[in-house]
């Protein structure tokens, strides 16, 4: 008798496990919305700025994606596929800094006004997922780049800081079924922003974010083909100068690269 209670009691365990994971929506449909709505295309869809007044306005809509996330375990996490573990992520992480963000809005110009030794927001434990309290630093250096797990310098480009130096806040949700697609564009966007990424024939260099700068190391593996900022720089080379000579010195890995001020000013649309 009691073994049999035994058993009863685990499949219903595992049938309400499965049918939690089963429920989950990876089109991420809420976050979706909400990007769709807030997110504004600026110069030509090479940037994006956020209306934090609307969002404000929507911010149950956010926290009730934002509970879905939470309600994922770590078990359900894991069970997922390589890319719906990395949609899942990027989209914690966007959805989670407009969060914190909106915590003090309207009265903040940048995400450091929360400070940078007391009331780092990126060190901040507020975020709820995987039954434990996680910071934006966790989500992005802990897991998405901990080494081997995806080794994918193009997320660099899809994780948001909130600052007009930051590469685009996507105006949709990142999907696992067309993630691939959606982080090369996202590449191309903002090396094709030359107030941010650029050869310039006046300093005979690279003049490029200094995104490069402090992730150097990612653009060392992960990508077919290239080991170094050198040659990920050499692939996208038409994008960052429109004359053939400068190409041809950015694809051979002869240029000097400097790095450009970040700039950390919100990237609010108003």
């Known amino acids: 008798m009691i073994k049999k209670q035994i058993v009863t009691i685990f499949l219903l365990w595992l049938f309400a496990t499965a049918s939690a994971f089963a429920q989950f929506d990876h089109t991420h449909a809420q976050w979706n919305t909400l990007l769709k709505k807030h997110v504004v295309l600026v110069d030509g869809g090479k940037a994006s700025q956020m209306r934090y007044a609307g969002m404000s306005a929507d911010r149950a809509a956010l926290k009730t994606y934002l509970d879905t996330l939470a309600k994922v375990s770590e078990a359900d996490f894991k069970a997922f596929n390589k890319n719906q573990q990395l949609a899942f992520l990027i989209n914690a ?58 080794d994918d310098p193009r997320i660099h480009f899809a994780v948001n800081c909130a600052s007009i130096g930051c590469p685009m806040l996507r105006e949709e949700a990142f999907v696992a079924d067309r993630i691939d697609a959606q982080l090369d564009e996202q590449v191309t966007r903002f090396l094709s922003d030359k107030s941010r990424n650029r050869y310039s024939a006046t300093s005979n260099a690279l003049e490029v974010s200094e995104i490069f700068k402090w992730y150097a190391v990612d653009f060392t593996s992960g990508l077919k083909g290239i080991k170094s900022r050198e040659q990920f720089f050499g692939k996208y080379a038409n994008l960052l100068t429109d004359n053939a000579e400068h190409q041809k010195i950015v694809r051979d890995g002869k240029a000097e690269i400097k790095h450009l001020d970040y700039n950390w000013g919100l990237n609010e649309a108003r």
């Open 93 to 150: 992480y966007n959805a989670n800094m407009v969060e914190k963000i909106l915590l003090r809005y309207p009265n903040i110009k940048s995400v450091w006004d929360y400070g940078k030794l007391i009331g780092n927001p990126f060190k901040d434990n507020f975020i709820n997922l995987f039954s434990r309290k996680m910071t934006l630093d966790n989500i992005e250096h802990d897991t998405i780049r901990a080494k081997g797990v995806h």
